[in-house]
């Protein structure tokens, strides 16, 4: 396809024309070399780069990052029309009328996506730098976060789903080398391998929608596969946007392919950080909003996003409010805030906007908390059992202030980043006509209220109420290579919700998404506000008086069916067992007994055949004359016979 005529599609659509990447912007190819080169100079390297290698791979992180700063500036410059570039690299798949070039696409959505991932990213190096500080694999782990950050990038910089993919595959081999990356502990390496069995699954959906991409459109571009939207089937576009949905729950611990996100807190907190909070566990939302063109013209498959996510939203919820590991509270906090993302992105034009805009500062929030856990797990001796804490406001001021305003910013405190992205997404799902409005703005404005008690749970119970832990611990605070990215994280969760809604952060992503008419929710805008507002106070308070006023007991009451429930995580390990596990070790043990005893058992009782005769007839020869001549003898009275029968 020509850019003239992609140009005028796009035209078409209210979405700005993609030009050719000129000055800065085609410099774009730095951002993955940048990281792609630590991480191959560290993992060859070896021993050798053990001194600089983690100096090394964060200073390139920090460069990717300033490539991607002074595109963003570029782009800020340009007109809005102008402001979706591609660079190509090379003829990638040439193969008779179908050629794929592998290049890079920089538009309004990519740019926000590669300053999160390259910025934060770039922090959590800093701040590894001193959690991994006496880790006799620390350049490993290095390579491995460089490793990362040059296959989110690639996947979000990839002008093709092919190229997507490509970022897609390599995200989930490092975030299973990431999450094992201790897998001498065998819970380690087994939570590692259950993350990229769950991620396969989602490849699945992401490799059947490619097949069915190229075999309707020709092509797997995205501009290509938006031109063919046009004259495509809505069956055949549900079914792509079904299979996509399938890909974006592995990748984003959505229903039902969520069961991995809390096992994979076993890896080092930089990784819960870098990968189950800002970056990896949001690939899906970026497919799904990245796939727009796709998901309005199958309305259907959008609604199925939208249950999915409204779903995982209150699962995770209830989940956070009973787990007592810091770490797997904290992931279901994530899936949760993930699923109102997912939400929002299946509302449609009216809600991708919004969907990205909570994505970014969920990143800096989130991302903050993980930091500040593994700050807790540093002073308190690697523990993260929230039982075994309190009172550490007094010990570890620097991670009670930065935590703090985590907190205070994923609970919708107003005027803090969670109350300018979040309270849009609720005021989004009551915009509709029939019970979708109703069903789906209830449900979100209810898990906001959820979402304030259990984060409160989690924030009281560490660092408030009375203390709890022993004599001969010795909480103190962590150094200034973690404090320092955890304060400038704080700060993004205070303020950058409010500086991206005064700059119009929605109305950038529009030449991308396209905008929307005026829209209204079904209620006034206010009273959302205020019922959002109260909901968000009850739950404070109830977890103030239960985990900050009120004793805390060391061990965990046995609760209700449902706490009991959301210890398990609902029971997704044992319905996976039930359904796959069970019945894939009872089908390899089938197939394993047939193989012993149907193919092996007959090959070698046929051997076994064929040595029993041959010893029965080696016994005929036993090397004496008259015993021969007797068989000649029977021999030949035997023919004499048989001829005497016939005639």
């Given at each position: 396809?020509?850019?003239?005529?992609?140009?005028?599609?796009?035209?078409?659509?209210?979405?700005?024309?993609?030009?050719?990447?000129?000055?800065?912007?085609?410099?774009?190819?730095?951002?993955?070399?940048?990281?792609?080169?630590?991480?191959?100079?560290?993992?060859?390297?070896?021993?050798?780069?053990?001194?600089?290698?983690?100096?090394?791979?964060?200073?390139?992180?920090?460069?990717?990052?300033?490539?991607?700063?002074?595109?963003?500036?570029?782009?800020?410059?340009?007109?809005?029309?102008?402001?979706?570039?591609?660079?190509?690299?090379?003829?990638?798949?040439?193969?008779?009328?179908?050629?794929?070039?592998?290049?890079?696409?920089?538009?309004?959505?990519?740019?926000?996506?590669?300053?999160?991932?390259?910025?934060?990213?770039?922090?959590?190096?800093?701040?590894?730098?001193?959690?991994m500080?006496?880790?006799?694999?620390?350049?490993?782990?290095?390579?491995?976060?460089?490793?990362?950050?040059?296959?989110?990038?690639?996947?979000?910089?990839?002008?093709?789903?092919?190229?997507?993919?490509?970022?897609?595959e390599?995200?989930?081999?490092?975030?299973?080398?990431?999450?094992?990356?201790?897998?001498?502990?065998?819970?380690?390496?087994?939570?590692?391998?259950?993350?990229?069995?769950?991620?396969?699954?989602?490849?699945?959906?992401?490799?059947?929608?490619?097949?069915?991409?190229?075999?309707?459109?020709?092509?797997?571009?995205?501009?290509?596969?938006?031109?063919?939207?046009?004259?495509?089937?809505?069956?055949?576009?549900?079914?792509?946007?079904?299979?996509?949905?399938?890909?974006?729950?592995?990748?984003?611990?959505?229903?039902?392919?969520?069961?991995?996100?809390?096992?994979?807190?076993?890896?080092?907190?930089?990784?819960?950080?870098?990968?189950?909070?800002?970056?990896?566990?949001?690939?899906?939302?970026?497919?799904?909003?990245?796939?727009h063109?796709?998901?309005d013209?199958?309305?259907?498959?959008r609604?199925?996003?939208?249950?999915?996510?409204?779903?995982?939203?209150?699962?995770?919820?209830?989940?956070?409010?009973?787990?007592?590991?810091?770490k797997?509270?904290?992931?279901?906090?994530?899936?949760?805030?993930?699923?109102y993302?997912?939400?929002?992105?299946?509302?449609?034009?009216?809600?991708?906007?919004?969907?990205?805009?909570?994505?970014?500062?969920?990143?800096?929030?989130?991302?903050?908390?993980?930091?500040?856990?593994?700050?807790?797990?540093?002073?308190?001796?690697?523990?993260?059992?929230?039982?075994?804490?309190?009172?550490l406001?007094?010990?570890?001021?620097?991670?009670?202030?930065?935590?703090?305003?985590?907190?205070?910013?994923?609970?919708?405190?107003?005027?803090?980043?969670?109350?300018?992205?979040k309270?849009?997404?609720?005021?989004?799902?009551?915009?509709?006509?029939?019970?979708?409005?109703?069903?789906?703005?209830?449900?979100?404005?209810?898990?906001?209220?959820?979402?304030?008690?259990?984060?409160?749970?989690?924030?009281?119970?560490?660092?408030?109420?009375?203390?709890?832990?022993?004599?001969e611990?010795?909480?103190?605070?962590?150094?200034?290579?973690?404090?320092?990215?955890?304060?400038?994280?704080?700060?993004?969760?205070?303020?950058?919700?409010?500086?991206?809604?005064?700059?119009?952060?929605?109305?950038?992503?529009?030449?991308v998404?396209?905008?929307?008419?005026?829209?209204?929710?079904?209620?006034?805008?206010?009273?959302i506000?205020?019922?959002?507002?109260?909901?968000?106070?009850?739950?404070?308070?109830?977890?103030?008086?239960?985990?900050?006023?009120?004793?805390?007991?060391?061990?965990?009451?046995?609760?209700?069916?449902?706490?009991?429930?959301?210890?398990?995580?609902?029971?997704?390990?044992?319905?996976?067992?039930?359904?796959?596990?069970?019945?894939?070790?009872?089908?390899?043990?089938?197939?394993?007994?047939?193989?012993?005893?149907?193919?092996?058992?007959?090959?070698?009782?046929?051997?076994?055949?064929?040595?029993?005769?041959?010893?029965?007839?080696?016994?005929?020869?036993?090397?004496?004359?008259?015993?021969?001549?007797?068989?000649?003898?029977?021999?030949v009275?035997?023919?004499?016979?048989?001829?005497?029968?016939?005639?």
């Open positions: 396809m020509t850019l003239l005529s992609t140009s005028a599609l796009l035209a078409a659509e209210g979405v700005a024309p993609v030009v050719e990447a000129t000055d800065v912007a085609s410099w774009g190819w730095l951002l993955v070399a940048l990281p792609l080169l630590g991480a191959a100079l560290l993992l060859v390297g070896g021993r050798r780069t053990d001194s600089f290698g983690p100096g090394l791979a964060t200073l390139l992180s920090w460069g990717s990052f300033a490539v991607g700063l002074m595109i963003f500036l570029q782009m800020l410059g340009a007109d809005p029309e102008q402001r979706s570039m591609t660079k190509d690299l090379w003829h990638w798949v040439p193969a008779g009328g179908f050629d794929l070039r592998a290049g890079m696409l920089l538009d309004p959505l990519s740019i926000a996506f590669v300053l999160l991932v390259t910025f934060v990213g770039s922090l959590i190096h800093v701040y590894s730098l001193g959690y500080e006496h880790d006799p694999d620390k350049r490993r782990f290095f390579a491995y976060l460089n490793l990362f950050v040059a296959a989110m990038l690639t996947l979000v910089l990839g002008n093709s789903y092919l190229m997507l993919f490509v970022g897609w390599g995200v989930g081999l490092a975030s299973y080398l990431l999450i094992g990356f201790w897998n001498w502990n065998p819970p380690y390496a087994s939570a590692a391998n259950k993350a990229f069995i769950a991620n396969r699954v989602g490849d699945v959906g992401m490799i059947v929608a490619m097949m069915a991409m190229f075999a309707a459109f020709g092509t797997v571009s995205f501009a290509g596969v938006n031109e063919g939207v046009q004259h495509a089937s809505p069956a055949l576009l549900t079914f792509i946007g079904l299979a996509l949905l399938l890909a974006a729950c592995g990748k984003s611990a959505q229903f039902p392919l969520q069961s991995w996100l809390g096992d994979a807190m076993a890896g080092p907190t930089p990784v819960s950080a870098l990968i189950h909070a800002a970056t990896m566990v949001t690939a899906g939302v970026y497919l799904v909003v990245r796939s063109a796709i998901f013209a199958a309305p259907d498959a609604l199925a996003v939208t249950i999915v996510g409204a779903v995982t939203l209150t699962m995770g919820a209830i989940i956070g409010c009973a787990k007592d590991d810091i797997k509270a904290l992931a279901a906090s994530t899936m949760s805030q993930i699923g993302m997912m939400l929002a992105a299946g509302l449609g034009p009216v809600g991708y906007a919004f969907a990205i805009f909570h994505l970014l500062t969920h990143g800096f929030f989130k991302a903050g908390m993980f930091l500040g856990a593994g700050s807790v797990m540093h002073g308190m001796g690697d523990r993260v059992d929230m039982r075994t804490f309190g009172h406001s007094g010990k570890m001021p620097t991670t009670w202030l930065t935590f703090g305003a985590g907190w205070l910013a994923i609970i919708g405190f107003p005027f803090l980043s969670g109350f300018w992205s309270d849009k997404i609720i005021e989004a799902a009551f915009i509709g006509d029939g019970w979708r409005p109703w069903v789906f703005g209830s449900v979100t404005m209810l898990v906001a209220g959820l979402t304030a008690f259990y984060m409160s749970r989690l924030f009281f119970m560490t660092f408030h109420g009375r203390r709890r832990w022993l004599a611990d010795h909480p103190h605070e962590s150094p200034a290579t973690m404090t320092v990215p955890m304060i400038i994280l704080a700060i993004g969760s205070v303020a950058l919700g409010f500086v991206l809604n005064f700059l119009g952060f929605t109305h950038w992503l529009e030449p998404v396209g905008g929307h008419g005026e829209e209204h929710p079904v209620l006034p805008v206010l009273a506000t205020l019922l959002t507002q109260l909901l968000m106070v009850i739950g404070v308070a109830v977890a103030w008086m239960r985990y900050w006023r009120d004793e805390v007991p060391a061990v965990a009451p046995r609760g209700s069916v449902l706490t009991r429930a959301a210890r398990r995580d609902f029971y997704q390990d044992d319905v996976n067992d039930g359904l796959f596990v069970r019945p894939g070790n009872g089908l390899v043990h089938g197939l394993r007994s047939v193989d012993e005893h149907g193919v092996d058992g007959g090959v070698l009782g046929l051997g076994e055949v064929v040595e029993a005769t041959s010893n029965g007839v080696r016994k005929l020869q036993n090397g004496f004359v008259r015993s021969y001549a007797l068989t000649m003898l029977a021999g009275v035997t023919i004499l016979l048989a001829l005497w029968v016939v005639q």
